[in-house]
């Protein structure tokens, strides 16, 4: 069970032990039970969307590490240059070199 669906468990546990103990109304255990299926799904979309960037974050440095290892092994300008494109996610090309004067570290 997920934390949410724990929450939610209890949430309408609780409303229902006070609607027989006559403690709320059935129209205020209805407008509780409303309340918390909206929590439930907001806290749902919460983890879904935290999940979603817990994988970009892992596809983040996957690319990272796989570039640097690369480079390790064979350091290369094209190597260095796929690191650069895997840290700060911008294609380095070679028209861009160019027109900025060249290499400076290859002169």
């Given amino acids: 069970m997920t934390c949410p669906e724990r929450a939610l468990y209890y949430a309408l546990r609780d409303i229902y032990s ?3 103990k006559g403690i709320i109304t059935k129209s205020k255990g209805e407008e509780l039970k409303l309340k918390a299926m909206r929590q439930f799904d907001l806290d749902n979309q ?3 969307s935290a999940i979603k960037i817990l994988h970009k974050h892992a596809e983040f440095w996957k690319s990272i590490e796989k570039a640097s290892s690369r480079y390790r092994l064979e350091r ?5 240059d796929a690191f650069l494109e895997a840290v700060y996610k911008v294609p380095i090309k ?3 070199l160019e027109r900025e004067g060249g290499n400076q ?3």
Wanted: aromatic fraction near 12%; hydrophobic fraction near 35%.
């Fill in 18 to 20: 006070q609607y027989r």
């Fill in 94 to 96: 070679a028209q861009d």
């Fill in 105 to 107: 570290w290859s002169q």
């Fill in 46 to 48: 919460a983890i879904s």
């Fill in 76 to 80: 290369t300008l094209e190597n260095a």
